[in-house]
């Protein structure tokens, strides 16, 4: 979307709509994933020699939790308000500030749940949806007892 800086007249607000996809904005990452297009919804107005431009993007995302590795989806809503200077300009592209809105909302690390119990470390099974039947000291000793071993040759 490219807004057109002589369209818009002096303190009169315009509705804009578009439709990004999120390939285009480099928006697929590892353990997140955009389901369909990413909605712009909003409000463009010039004042003196400025564009403001205010709204909501939205969209569906399917997230992977850090500790069980479930795909979860839900909805996005991030409302945007951004500010151009257009004194010389002919034309704005806000999809960089929008992409960098997207990518900022979103948490470094995303859970399912609070309580999310993981995956055993032994034979990889979701402790949320079952119970893995691993002796304790076998989840334990797997990926820790390099460790172990050596905090015992340092004591």
């Given at each position: ?31 997140l994933h955009y ?39 839900s909805g996005v ?79």
């Open positions: 979307m490219i807004l057109k800086v002589g369209r818009f007249k002096e303190g009169s607000p315009e509705h804009v709509e578009a439709a990004y996809d999120p390939a285009a904005l480099d928006l697929d990452f590892v353990d389901v369909g297009t990413i909605a712009v919804n909003g409000v463009a107005e010039k004042i003196k020699q400025t564009l403001t431009f205010r709204g909501i993007l939205t969209s569906h995302i399917e997230q992977v939790c850090a500790r069980c590795l479930e795909q979860v989806p809503s991030t409302p945007f308000d951004l500010c151009y200077e257009v004194e010389g300009r002919e034309t704005i592209d806000p999809a960089d500030d929008l992409r960098g809105l997207l990518i900022l909302g979103h948490p470094d690390r995303f859970l399912c749940r609070t309580d999310c119990r993981g995956i055993c470390s032994h034979c990889g099974a979701n402790l949320n949806r079952v119970s893995c039947g691993c002796v304790p000291s076998e989840r334990e000793s797997g990926s820790w007892s390099a460790l172990k071993d050596w905090l015992k040759k340092e004591a």
